[in-house]
């Protein structure tokens, strides 16, 4: 087998998890506190392709430690729709690894445009986004560690960094809440070590996995709450990898739609987490196996293994508030070992030359336009000021 990056990504991630507790944690409280200070109540998380998947899954965070309602949206319905409903207290927190993706820096553009503040996180402390950000949180993936077009390291920096932030706004706004950080600190501790303790055991369950793929007619992916962020993450790297096409969906969306389409050689990947979401997983999956398609499962519930073909078990005790952290490591593996049996370069992604100009120099809105959109809505009869 010839030598790989990703496989060495993969295995960084522990790393990375620590890197998040060493160098993002102590940046976070003068941030929260500011937020506290400012009296935010919207918060906003916007990106593309992984860093719109991590927003996806800390938003849930938000939620349960801060109490805020968080949205979070994709950067060009944010750019050119939403951010008219952002204000001064809204806060986007902006995702690119990069810092230099087009359509992000837009969504800051738009939401600087209404007054509201803008958090960076992104590895260039000194690129596009971070220059135009109110705050900058570092997304603590070296370079070196993201050498692949398969991004590892990076989608568990950004995801845990807005987790940490979180619990940190939830205790500037009531300092009795201190244990909620210490609490969290802990799970990422056994986070990493579980990580590291798990990285072999689920390299080979993604090969198993990746096995079921070979004869599959279609491939899904579902989640629902931070395993939907898991499963759209899945199928992405099973794009970058081996190129082959995946339909990912919010499990009950799944039930409404995509379910029509299963023929008996589709196989289905479900992540099914402990918690609200989990119920709803095995009602899916079961009415999958039904039609006679399978399903690979990947789940931290002792009890899933009934509900699935294979079963992928995580042990997250100790860290089951950031279990989906878990779950997309043999996600990983399993397109490892696709696009390496498909005879494709798990390092590259294909059409590359054509992508890159669509994300990097694409076009995008100025201050200027939206200043010229915002005189246009005042005078439009019915329009939003």
Not at 154 to 165: D, F, T
């Amino acid at each position: 087998q010839l030598e790989y990056l990703v496989p060495g990504e993969i295995r960084l991630q522990p790393e990375v998890i620590r890197r998040v507790l060493s160098i993002v944690d102590p940046l976070l409280e003068p941030i929260a506190a500011d937020v506290v200070r400012r009296d935010i109540r919207d918060i906003v998380m916007t990106g593309c392709g992984d860093s719109l998947f991590s927003a996806m899954a800390a938003a849930f965070s938000f939620v349960r430690f801060a109490g805020r309602m968080t949205a979070p949206l994709h950067a060009l319905e944010y750019s050119r729709g939403f951010y008219r409903a952002s204000g001064p207290q809204t806060l986007l927190c902006a995702l690119s690894y990069s810092g230099e993706t087009r359509r992000t820096l837009e969504a800051a553009t738009a939401a600087q445009s209404r007054d509201a503040r803008v958090l960076a996180l992104t590895v260039d402390g000194s690129g596009s986004l971070a220059q135009i950000a109110d705050y900058l949180v570092p997304n603590v993936s070296p370079r070196e560690a993201e050498r692949s077009n398969c991004r590892t390291g990076s989608y568990q920096a950004a995801y845990l960094g807005l987790v940490m932030l979180a619990a940190h706004v939830a205790v500037a706004e009531r300092p009795g809440n201190a244990s909620i950080l210490d609490d969290l600190r802990r799970q990422m501790e056994d986070l990493a070590s579980g990580v590291e303790r798990a990285l072999d055991s689920l390299e080979a369950a993604g090969r198993e996995a990746a096995v079921m793929l070979r004869s599959a007619g279609s491939i899904n992916y579902l989640g629902g709450g931070e395993a939907h962020a898991a499963a759209l993450y899945g199928a992405a790297k099973l794009y970058e990898t081996s190129s082959l096409p995946a339909v990912p969906q919010e499990t009950e969306q799944f039930a409404h739609c995509e379910i029509f389409s299963l023929e008996p050689d589709s196989v289905a990947v479900v992540v099914a987490l402990r918690g609200p979401f989990y119920d709803r997983a095995v009602e899916v999956a079961d009415a999958i196996r039904k039609i006679g398609a399978k399903v690979i499962g990947v789940s931290n519930h002792g009890a899933f293994n009934a509900h699935a073909d294979l079963a992928i078990m995580i042990e997250t005790d100790g860290f089951d508030d950031l279990a989906s952290s878990l779950a997309v490591v043999p996600l990983q593996w399993l397109a490892f070992h696709d696009a390496v049996w498909r005879g494709q370069d798990p390092d590259l992604v294909r059409h590359k030359a054509v992508n890159s100009p669509l994300i990097r120099s694409a076009p995008i809105w100025a201050d200027s336009d939206y200043r010229a959109a915002a005189i246009a809505l005042d005078v439009a009869k019915g329009g939003m000021p």
